[in-house]
């Protein structure tokens, strides 16, 4: 109920991704069948071009999507963020269905047609397009039905690169924990997979009709669906090409990187004149990452930590300044500036109760450690587990629980420490809920945690083109407090409050 | 596999080749169109050696009826007798007429018949489609492999009749080759039997009937006991009666 409630307040938004979405799947899908076929017909008429062929498509089948746009980011022509991309990969997908049902359904025609087939004078090619393709006919209908239900899940995917698609609804829910939001694109395209595999049946039947009667009407089809499917192509691949006075700013796929990506972009649009491109939302740090080296994006929020460890393979280093001066430097070397901090930082944050810190007088993680024997621990999964998370904080802190610490979930764990089921949690530093729950961060005064300071990264080749920008970016450094980072989350995660909003208030002068 | 193999089929016979399963009959048929080449030898078909023939040419130029009828399941009944038509690029109206006369022909009227699909016909119904497809471009030469096999023997004798009528009324060139001497004998104006790859006996019927060929005689064996089964009840009969 309250996913159609969400729906209809936005339903010219939900009608521009729900188009945005069919377009994906019926344009990869389209390809797929132009280009799928053939090779099936190829593979089924030639074992030995048709073996490795198979082997291929196959193969290509199982990457995960998330690595396959990573990968295919860089590449001309078909890389960069958007649609392109989306589609390629959707054709990638879609191939493998349709070719292994065309080459079974080609083989699966009895040999018994096939003979009385050249008996009565066929050619090859005759064979092929009146005995061996409508017979074949409904098993690679079939294979379309799967390549497209596939297409309109592996669609959602494609939010992760900036091509829109219901997938927005899907990881704007994921990222606010809001399972209505998740639903309102969920639900659609589960919706939408039905009806198409519904209405491919219908096209099966139209067309096993027309090949089965005169040969005008294929025809027809064919030159119809090529048409749309030239258009689709042109509009994909000719359209878009930016002005040169545009900046386009990214961000992670979370709400504190969907806050700083519109900070960012807000104040490149008030402090200079170049018209910005927000690409908002992409699919995580490897994405983000291959944009900005592709040029697909010229500037995001990245952590140095997250840089130095994820980004560039480094060992875990504590220390602040040599973290950011060794981060800077290797991104400087990829012609890739990173930018002063933006004064927060969004770290593992050791959390105890308000009072409870207030009545023991306590400030550090140190200070906490004696009390350590009378609590109780929650800790999310994987930070129990990592050698990196609880197990070396004990260590360092020689912290000894009256029992061993439990396994929570991250969304219940804020929750239950303000309930006093617990008594010490490990959350994320900028979470909105700390705040809201009144709790305390205690200071991590020996250094456990790798520094995760928020700093703009932009490439170098922006920066010299526009030296507005530079400045601009530069505004904000120092800017942003933790306190304020929370406040930020905390209105968009809980109050529901646009992101947009939220940062023109917070520009605002006071 | 055959071997040495010599035969002329006549213009305007019946010729049948009767022969147990494996004997060589079917590769018999596809050497003639070109199916299957030869690996040594020479076939002639309408005076012209098989190998100077375009192979999709000579196919369409000789009907060709095929064990279990090969009709496409997908098309229907007028759809499968006008694919040679199509394929000589007969316009739709000369095709449509022909598709008509053939249907007359066969005994199968347009109006029940032609836009039904071959699942929705009986087997003695697709049997007489088979015919008429192989009849539709009015080829001077007909391919029958095992025609009417897979069919019960009453329906199996209409359609010998069915095909004497038609075989009077269209006079083609006719290769039937067959494992059951009695199809033979009932529709073939020359019987040829072959054993293990070889002809052994090329004759008109009544000739073949009287051979002393044990080779010969094993084919004819189950017409024999079925003539004496009959011969014996009918002298029987007599005895109860008189």
Same mark, same amino acid.
Do not use: C
């Given at each position: 109920m309250r996913v159609f409630e969400f729906l209809s307040t936005h339903r010219s938004e939900f009608g521009g991704l729900l188009t945005q979405h069919l377009f994906l799947v019926a344009v990869s899908t389209m390809v797929a069948v132009a280009v799928g076929v053939p090779l099936g017909i190829l593979a089924a008429r030639r074992p030995r071009l048709g073996a490795p062929l198979v082997w291929l498509v196959n193969a290509a089948q199982t990457i995960p999507s998330l690595a396959m746009f990573g990968f295919l980011l860089p590449l001309p022509l078909i890389g960069?963020?958007?649609?392109?991309?989306?589609? +390629? #990969?959707?054709? #990638?997908?879609?191939?493998?269905?349709?070719?292994? +049902?065309?080459?079974?359904?080609?083989?699966?025609?009895?040999?018994?047609?096939?003979?009385?087939?050249m008996a009565l004078g066929m050619t090859p090619r005759?064979?092929?397009?009146?005995?061996?393709?409508?017979?074949?006919?409904?098993? /690679? #209908?079939?294979?379309?039905?799967? @390549?497209?239900?596939?297409? %309109? &899940?592996?669609?959602?995917?494609?939010?992760? %690169?900036?091509?829109?698609?219901?997938g927005e609804y899907i990881f704007r829910g994921l990222s606010m924990v809001d399972p209505t939001v998740i639903l309102a694109g969920a639900i659609p395209a589960g919706l939408l997979a039905l009806a198409l595999d &519904?209405?491919?049946?219908?096209? $099966?039947?139209?067309?096993?009709?027309?090949?089965?009667?005169?040969?005008?009407?294929?025809?027809?089809? +064919?030159?119809?669906?090529?048409? #749309?499917?030239? @258009?689709?192509i042109a509009w994909v691949f000719l359209g878009g090409a930016p002005s040169q006075a545009t900046v386009r700013v990214g961000s992670k796929n979370f709400t504190e990187q969907i806050i700083l990506g519109e900070l960012l972009a807000q104040t490149i649009e008030a402090r200079t004149p170049l018209r910005v491109e927000r690409r908002l939302n992409l699919g995580g740090t490897f994405i983000c990452d291959r944009a900005l080296r592709s040029g697909d994006i010229d500037v995001y929020v990245e952590y140095t930590g997250t840089a130095h460890t994820a980004i560039f393979k480094q060992a875990v280093d504590t220390d602040r300044g040599r973290v950011f001066?060794? %981060?800077?430097?290797?991104?400087?070397?990829?012609?890739?500036?990173?930018?002063?901090?933006?004064? *927060?930082?969004?770290?593992?944050?050791?959390?105890?109760?308000?009072? $409870? @810190?207030?009545?023991?007088?306590?400030?550090? /993680?140190e200070d906490a450690a004696p009390h350590t024997p009378n609590w109780q621990a929650g800790f999310g999964y994987e930070f129990l587990q990592r050698e990196d998370g609880y197990p070396g904080l004990a260590r360092k802190y +020689?912290?000894?629980?009256?029992?061993?610490?439990?396994?929570?979930?991250?969304?219940?764990?804020?929750?239950?420490?303000?309930?006093?089921?617990?008594?010490?949690?490990?959350?994320?530093?900028?979470?909105?809920?700390?705040?809201?729950? =009144?709790?305390?961060?205690?200071?991590?005064?020996?250094?456990?945690?790798?520094?995760?300071?928020?700093?703009?990264?932009? !490439?170098?080749?922006?920066?010299?083109?526009?030296?507005?920008?530079?400045?601009?970016?530069?505004?904000?450094? &120092? !800017? /942003?407090?933790?306190?304020?980072?929370?406040?930020?989350n905390h209105a968009v995660d809980a109050q529901r409050r646009e992101p947009a909003d939220v940062v023109r208030e917070f520009l605002a002068p006071r | 596999m055959l071997r040495g193999l010599n035969l002329a089929v006549e213009p305007g016979e019946t010729l049948a080749l009767v022969g147990r399963s494996g004997a060589g009959k079917s590769t018999i048929l596809k050497a003639v169109n070109r199916l299957l080449v030869p690996d040594s030898g020479e076939v002639i078909v309408r005076g012209q050696p098989g190998a100077s023939w375009d192979?999709?040419?000579?196919? !369409?130029?000789?009907?060709?009826?095929?064990?279990?009828?090969?009709? *496409?399941?997908?098309?229907?009944?007028?759809?499968?007798?006008?694919?040679?038509?199509?394929?000589?690029?007969?316009?739709?109206?000369?095709? =449509?007429?022909?598709?008509? $006369?053939?249907?007359?022909?066969?005994?199968?009227?347009?109006?029940?018949?032609?836009?039904?699909r071959p699942h929705e016909l009986s087997g003695g119904q697709r049997q007489r489609v088979g015919v008429a497809r192989a009849l539709a471009a009015d080829p001077p030469i007909l391919l029958m492999d095992e025609p009417f096999g897979a069919l019960d023997p009453v329906t199996r004798a209409e359609l010998h009749r069915e095909f004497r009528r038609i075989q009077s009324a269209v006079r083609k060139t006719i290769l039937i080759v067959t494992h059951d001497m009695a199809e033979a004998m009932a529709l073939a104006s020359r019987v040829g039997v072959l054993a293990d790859g070889v002809l052994v006996a090329l004759d008109e019927p009544d000739a073949i009937a009287r051979s002393e060929d044990a080779r010969v005689r094993a084919m004819l064996e189950p017409l024999l006991e079925a003539t004496a089964a009959l011969r014996g009840n009918s002298s029987a009969n007599r005895g109860t009666e008189s």
């Open positions: 960069g963020l958007g649609a392109r991309l989306a589609i +390629t #990969v959707l054709i #990638v997908y879609a191939l493998l269905p349709i070719v292994r +049902t065309t080459v079974a359904g080609i083989k699966s025609v009895d040999p018994a047609l096939v003979e009385a087939g005759q064979l092929l397009r009146q005995v061996q393709l409508p017979l074949a006919l409904p098993s /690679i #209908v079939a294979g379309v039905r799967v @390549a497209a239900v596939i297409g %309109v &899940g592996t669609a959602t995917i494609a939010a992760a %690169v900036g091509a829109g698609g219901l &519904g209405g491919l049946t219908l096209a $099966e039947r139209a067309v096993r009709g027309a090949l089965a009667g005169r040969r005008k009407a294929p025809l027809r089809v +064919t030159i119809a669906a090529l048409g #749309v499917l030239g @258009a689709g001066q060794d %981060v800077k430097n290797r991104y400087a070397a990829e012609g890739i500036t990173l930018m002063e901090p933006l004064g *927060f930082e969004n770290t593992f944050a050791i959390l105890v109760r308000g009072e $409870e @810190a207030k009545r023991l007088n306590l400030r550090t /993680i +020689t912290l000894r629980f009256r029992a061993p610490p439990r396994a929570m979930d991250l969304s219940l764990i804020y929750r239950a420490l303000a309930d006093k089921q617990v008594d010490m949690i490990a959350g994320d530093a900028t979470s909105g809920l700390i705040e809201a729950y =009144d709790l305390f961060m205690l200071e991590d005064n020996r250094r456990y945690f790798p520094p995760y300071d928020a700093a703009a990264v932009a !490439r170098a080749a922006a920066l010299a083109a526009h030296p507005a920008l530079g400045a601009a970016i530069g505004s904000l450094a &120092g !800017r /942003i407090s933790v306190a304020e980072m929370r406040r930020m | 192979p999709f040419e000579l196919r !369409r130029g000789i009907g060709y009826v095929l064990q279990e009828v090969g009709l *496409f399941p997908h098309l229907t009944v007028s759809d499968n007798i006008a694919v040679v038509p199509r394929l000589l690029g007969w316009d739709e109206s000369r095709t =449509d007429a022909r598709v008509d $006369e053939l249907l007359r022909l066969v005994d199968l009227p347009a109006g029940e018949y032609a836009a039904r």
